[in-house]
Every structure is written in structure tokens, then in C-alpha cells.
């Protein structure tokens, strides 16, 4: 889950520095680059092991199922009788180059997994930061021009509704209303049936439905991709809209007690107009580094999304791997949430360290 | 300038003092209701979580809400009202577990990790930092299928909901008290300790440990909150508990998404409803514990709270 509040500490760079000075910017990347294998590792290695603590893939899969001499011989051909620190070591081996095992019930490599559904997981996060955007950061203006009074107040209380309406709660509301009352929007899926075998049908695609409909030139199939976007979109972009309005409330408040902003107000110029115009530009460099921290819980929000709107991507995947109880699978979408994670985390240090000079070891 | 202040200063401290008050009565007007609700469920709810049928014959499925059900009944033919009341106990129980179970070992280990320092302390604070980094949600769903096996079994479900809800926050207490404990053990008071002769483990427990916990109520209802959030996104996800060992929120949410699709809004709407309550509660009382807690803020809304308190009296709200 998203954590409700952020406040990046001197994170507003002041504009006549000039950038980063160059002194020890790139010890510092190379060093924040590094890290990420141990960050991977440790989640990567945790997951395997905590999995094998319930005993091998084959047996969750199948135990029950097949007679003892068909799971031993399928257990042995899948290499899963081997000692346990081999099959680690090979696990992390394959993992290094690539090679995610396959999965146990329907027998493909888990990279095609990955790579099928990704692209889904990626159209909808984005969407998703979106909306995040168009909402948060103007409502967070709101707030700060109307600082401590009613629609302050109000938009406080949104920000933390946001935060304790689970994201597939609100996502079940807006089917309900917008959906099955209104008909309005179409209830699951990321697109009509015929779109989707007509976008399948293209030459090139990029699994990405927005840009496969745009490139095919149809506007009908572009107006139902973005038809069934935006309920998904909504449900997990207010989960993130919440966190952002309350960052760029607190940031512009710092910012709107500047001698520079005072100058502007005691000209006479307008609490909204203050806000837009004079505070809001270093106010707003944190809101890149807070949306990439966002990217953990936006994950974790997306299983939960697709899986209420029947968005095929790979969080809706991850919950079918888990009740067939196909562990190479889950170990594979797992490890690359890890991996995306830390190499989001590592960007959003170089954005910092690019915007403030100070950011340094 | 000053004009600016005296027209907009009074309004800003009178509002500002009545929002925070609001929130605070809000929040633990909230909090009790849960609390009561599931204290009380067995004799609000008019049925068990798991009955299907009253003395005679079945209370049927998607029933309407009407006299003889309230809120309608599900589509397995549970009474929605009752397991949403039945639900709050399940809650309840959660995040106490869920505290427990993270509390301990988190404070336990920040403290060792923070006094001793060294490699124990790299190697833990690696670990967390790593998991920390990580949506809690999965760290769930892969501790659930460990604990469980990846069957729902009915004595092990609250129990793996609890450990799976834990793992995540272990970390998070791990780093507030050890941060706290970097900081304590270098006051005055720590060395005349070990000056006098006090053993390490008495240092820790005695001087350390009580002066680094202070900050703890505060997470805790931020971690009431996650756990409710974590244990329902489980359930949605089909892996919290079976229907017939406790009435769990998240659960029922997972059921309704198919009467959502037909029009059927009693299923849906009255288990969402708990957890959004159950969570705004215990997160204003948080926010409002945190605003007291915050002498910065406590300056701006409360030195003049005598003259704020009169006008708000004069009966302006807005």
C-alpha cells in the first residue's frame, strides 16, 4: 500500500546553481547503480526460499492429482529432486541471463508470460499516473491557495479517502455506477472483443492497445481502448492522487512563505494566481521523485485493479498463478516487480542527485 | 502585509483549530464504533457468519434487502448484514495479531540492530531497506502461500493472514526504533549508565528501549490501517479466509464482483463500507495523534485556542 504522507526535505532546488557542480555525481551513480543487484537478490532469494519452504513446484501443482511415481518422475525431469542449493544457484544463474524457468501448469517459459502481460501491467500504471496527475497536483494547488479553510478541509478529507477506499472497492463503485446504472463505460477487459482480435491481427504489435490502435489508424478501435481505460485508470490513479495532492499541498506551502511570493502578494496578485505562477515550478520537482517511490504500491494496487476489471496484464495473471498454485510463475512476476521497483528507485536517486547537488553519499 | 494578516489570520486559526477538532472527535467516533461492533457483534448481528438458513429452510440466494434480511443476502445465501457486522471482529482480531506479531520482533530487532551496530546491523538494515522497497501486498501473498501452502485451510487462516499481514510491517517498526535507538544511545544518560556499571542487556531493556518506543503509538494506527487494507486485498485476491471459519471483508468483496456485474449493489457496497469506515477511523485518530504530536502545527492551531474557542461558540461554521 501507498504511505499517506511524503515531504522530500530540501528537495526544492534553487535555480541559479546552476545544476550539479560535477563533483562526485558519477562515484555516486555508479555506486546507486551497484546497488540494485543487492536489493534484487535479497527479494529475489527470499522468494525462492520462502516458496520452497511449502515444499517443490510439481507437488503444489499437482500434489494429489498424480500417482506418487508420476509426480517423482516428473519432479526428477524438472530437476526439482536436486539439492537445494543447486537448484538456488541455478535459479539465480538463469535469472542472470535472462531465463526465468517455466511454468509448471500450462509449460511455458515465464518470460513469455512477462512479456505477453507486461505490456498491459505498464498501459494501465500509466493511465493510472495519469489521472494520478490531473488530479493530484491541481487539487494540491487548490488546497494550498485555500490553505487551513473549507476547501482545504475538504480536500484533506479526500486525500485520506482516497487512502482507505481499498482500490478495488472504489473500483467495484465505479463499475456499479458508471458502468451497469449509467452504461456509460464498459465494465472489464482493456478492450471490445472484435477491437481486440482486430488489434491482435496487425503486423507489428506492441501489446501496448493505445499505441497498436493509433499505429492501425482506426478510430473507432482507439476510441474503445480508451473507452475501456479509463474506469481501471480512475481506480488506481485516485490511489495515487491522494498521496500526490498532499505532497504538492506541503511543498507549496513552503514555498508560498518565499520572499520572492511575498513580493508578489503584497503587489495584490490573487491567492490562485500566486499558486500557479510563482510557487508552483520548485514546488514540483518533488513530485517526480515521489511519483517514481509510488511505483511499489502502484504495483501492488494494479493486481488488485486488473483483477476486478479483468485487465489481462500481469497482475491479473499473478492472481491466476497463485490459485493454480504455480510457483515458477509467481516467483517469475515477483522477481521482476523487484526488479522494476529497484530500477525505478535507482532513477528517481539520479533525478534527485541530477536536480540538487547535495544528494551525494 | 499587515493588513493580509488581520484579514485572513482569524479565520485561518478559527477554521484550522475546528478541522483539527472535527477530525480527532471523527476519527475516534469511528475507531469506537468499530471497536463496539465487534465487540458486540454476536449480539447485533442477526445471524452467524456463516448460517445459511433460520429454522426453516434457506435464506436463499442474492435475496433482495427487505424486512426478513436488511441487506439482502449473498449469492452463496449468507445474510450480508451479518457477516459485514461479523466482519469487524475479524478485523479487529487482524490488527491485533498483525501488531503483535510485527511489533515484537520489529522492536526487538531494531534495538539489537541500532545498540550493537556492526555487521548484524548492515545485514538487517539491508534486508529491510530491500523489503521496505517492496509492495506489501506481495510480500503477503507469497508469506500466505508459505504459511497456508497455498490452501485455505479454516484454523490457519487467520493466523496466515496475520503473519502475512506482519512481514510487511516488520520492517517499518525495525527501522523507527532503530533510528531511535542511534539516537537515544548517544544521550548523556546512556553513558553515566555504563559509567555506573549497568550491563549491556540491562542498558538496552532499562534505558534504551524505553526512551526509543515513544514514537510507536503513532505507526500503530497507521498500521492498523495497512493491515485492514492488506488482509482485505488478500481476501480479494482469494487467499484471506473461508466463509465458513469468519466473515472477512475482502472475501465478500471478491464474491460481489460478479453481482456488481448484474446490478447487485447489497453485496458490494455494505463489506466496502466497513473497511473504508474502519480505515478513515483509525487513520484520522493517526493524523490528529500526529498534529498534537507536532509542536509546529501545535503552535500555528492551538496557542490561541482561548479566543478560538469563543468564536467558534458564536456558532460560524464553514
Known sequence: ?361 | MALVLVRRLPLRLRTGAGVQRALLLTGAALTALFVLTAALGPLLAPHGYAQLQHGHGLFGSQQHPGAAHPLGTTIAGYDVLSRTVWGARTALLIILAALLLSVVPGTVLGLASGYLGGRLDRLLVGLADALYAFPPLLLAIVMSLVISGGRSSPVGGLGAAACSVAVSFVPQYFRVVRAEVIRVKAEPFVDAARVIGAGPWRIMTRHVLRNSVRTLPLIFTINASEAILTLAGLGFLGFGIEPNSAAEWGYDLNRSVADVTSGIWWTAVPPGLGIVLTVLGTTLLGESLTDLADPRLRRRTGAPAPATEKTEKGGDDD
Not at chain 1, 9 to 14: E, Q
Not at chain 1, 133 to 162: E, K, N, S, W, Y
Not at chain 1, 287 to 315: C, R, S, Y
Open chain 1, 1 to 361: 500500500m501507498t504511505t499517506l504522507t511524503h515531504e522530500v526535505p530540501g528537495a526544492a532546488a534553487d535555480p541559479d546553481d546552476g545544476g550539479p557542480t560535477g563533483q562526485g555525481l558519477v562515484p555516486y551513480l555508479v555506486v546507486r547503480f551497484l546497488l540494485i543487484v543487492p536489493t534484487v537478490l535479497v527479494l529475489v532469494s527470499l522468494v525462492f526460499f520462502l516458496m520452497r519452504l511449502t515444499g517443490d513446484p510439481i507437488t503444489a501443482a499437482f500434489g494429489g492429482r498424480l500417482t506418487p511415481d508420476q509426480l517423482h518422475a516428473k519432479l526428477h525431469q524438472a530437476g526439482y529432486d536436486r539439492p537445494l542449493l543447486t537448484q538456488y544457484l541455478d535459479y539465480l544463474r538463469g535469472l542472470a541471463t535472462g531465463d526465468f524457468g517455466r511454468t509448471v501448469t500450462d509449460n511455458q517459459p515465464v518470460t513469455h508470460v512477462l512479456g505477453t502481460y507486461g505490456a498491459a501491467t505498464a498501459e494501465l500504471a500509466c493511465y493510472a499516473l495519469l489521472v494520478a496527475l490531473l488530479v493530484g497536483v491541481p487539487l494540491g494547488m487548490v488546497a494550498a491557495a485555500h490553505r487551513d479553510r473549507a476547501p482545504d478541509a475538504g480536500l484533506r478529507l479526500f486525500a485520506i479517502l482516497t487512502y482507505a477506499t481499498p482500490v478495488f472497492f472504489v473500483g467495484l463503485l465505479l463499475k456499479l455506477v458508471f458502468a451497469i446504472r449509467l452504461g456509460w463505460l464498459p465494465s472489464s477487459g482493456r478492450a471490445s472483443t472484435d477491437v481486440q482480435l482486430f488489434l491482435q491481427d496487425q503486423s507489428s504489435t506492441t501489446g501496448v492497445y493505445l499505441i497498436d490502435a493509433l499505429r492501425s489508424g482506426d478510430g473507432t478501435a482507439v476510441g474503445d481502448v480508451l473507452r475501456h481505460a479509463v474506469l481501471p485508470g480512475v481506480a488506481l490513479g485516485l490511489l495515487v492522487a491522494g498521496v500526490l495532492l498532499r505532497l504538492v499541498r506541503t511543498n507549496l506551502i513552503g514555498t508560498l512563505s518565499a520572499d520572492y511570493v511575498e513580493a508578489a502578494r503584497s503587489r495584490g496578485v490573487a491567492p490562485l494566481r500566486l499558486v500557479t505562477h510563482h510557487a508552483a515550478r520548485p514546488a514540483l520537482i518533488p513530485v517526480v521523485t515521489v511519483l517514481g517511490l509510488q511505483v511499489a504500491g502502484l504495483l501492488g494496487g494494479a493486481v488488485l485493479t486488473e483483477t476486478t476489471f479483468e485487465w489481462k496484464g500481469l497482475g491479473y495473471q499473478l492472481a491466476h498463478y497463485l490459485t493454480v498454485r504455480d510457483f515458477p510463475a509467481v516467483q517469475g512476476i515477483v522477481a521482476l516487480f523487484a526488479v522494476v521497483v529497484a530500477v525505478t528507485n535507482f532513477l528517481v536517486d539520479v533525478v534527485a542527485a541530477l536536480i540538487d547537488p547535495r544528494v551525494r553519499y
